[in-house]
């Protein structure tokens, strides 16, 4: 039985006595009067709990790229749902000021960081495999790729957010000192 949440619970969940429903999720969010940390979104997607009949407005594939649909955005946060085929990953990036958590709703996320040397550029760093209903989280700074493996013959599904909303990215080159940016909502389906 889901515990009812108040107003603590907005800037102080406890998953081991609240289940979120994904509506309930997206309430606190747009409520919020200021910015989480990513130690409290990571606790909220930890502890919601999703339908398919509330996720199922947020549903839809892309063949070329992963496809991005948000949810809910205001000044302090932005919730997505990210569709993957196998292979699709995203650049390599940061968030450029945003921490964010991501919840696997359905299928393997990959997750690779790097390091960026001032003298040798952008360098590997650890790998990682998340399965269905982990939760990983992207502190600032914080430089990597997401991606669904080619391997993984299973569509991904995975829930985003991000405090503050997300804005102009810098994207990097394994090996090179070039830093780019992008605009995530380009890709906004």
Known sequence: MATQLDASTITNPNPSTA?????RL?????ALQQHPSLEQLSTW???????????????GFKDGNYSR???????FVEMLVLCWRPGHRTPIHD???????VKVHQGILWETSFHYD??????????????????TGAA??????????DVSEQDLITIHIYSPPLGVLKTYKVG??????????????
């Open 69 to 75: 649909h948000r949810v809910c955005r205001n000044e």
């Open 140 to 149: 600032v700074p914080d430089i990597h790729q997401l991606g669904n493996p």
């Open 118 to 135: 001032a003298v040798r550029g952008l360098c590997y760093r650890t790998a990682r495999e998340c399965l269905c209903g982990e939760v």
């Open 45 to 59: 997607l930890a502890s919601v709990q999703v339908s398919e009949e509330e996720l199922m407005p947020f549903l």
């Open 176 to 189: 090179s000192r070039e830093i780019d940016t992008y605009t995530p909502n380009d890709l906004e389906t």
């Open 19 to 23: 289940t979120l429903s994904f509506t």
């Open 26 to 30: 997206v309430g606190i969010l747009e």
């Open 95 to 101: 968030h450029n000021g945003s921490h964010g958590a």
